[in-house]
């Protein structure tokens, strides 16, 4: 089973980009999932997560207004569209899964709370 992110890349500040994050596992359409990013020498940080059904979504502040995450089961994958981009952007963005709430609508933020990761696509965004 596996979480397969893609999308990332060297974009201009300003840019755009949309991550995806495919599963071979249908089962996992049954959970909230979310986007973290880590930059080199900082801790892994939450970015924005979506509910089983997409019905409820949740930002970090940095992000806000810039990217929206949305999901589509039939497709078994989620996506982080990325607009605006800043320099302070730049990090390796994972996803991951939350089983701990099969169908529910709460999403979490924590990096603790998400048991099953990803691996990690490079996004870069030059000044």
């Known amino acids: 089973v596996q979480l397969q992110a893609s999308g990332g890349g060297l974009v201009q500040a300003g840019g755009s980009l949309r991550l995806s994050c495919a599963t071979s596992?249908?089962?996992?359409?049954?959970?909230?999932k979310a986007w973290f990013r880590q930059a080199p020498g900082k801790e892994r940080e939450f970015v924005a997560g979506?509910?089983?059904?997409?019905?409820?979504?949740y930002y970090s502040d940095p992000v806000l207004s810039r990217f929206t995450i949305s999901r589509d089961n039939e497709k078994d994958t989620v996506y982080l569209q990325m607009n605006s981009l800043r320099p302070e952007d730049t990090a390796v963005y994972y996803c991951?899964?939350?089983?701990?709430?099969?169908?529910?609508?709460?999403?979490?933020?924590?990096?603790?709370?998400?048991?099953?990761w990803g691996q990690g696509t490079q996004v870069t965004v030059s000044s």
């Open positions: 991951a899964v939350d089983f701990r709430g099969y169908h529910s609508d709460v999403v979490r933020s924590r990096p603790g709370e998400y048991e099953y």
């Open positions: 596992e249908r089962t996992f359409n049954s959970y909230s």
């Open positions: 979506i509910s089983w059904n997409g019905g409820n979504t």
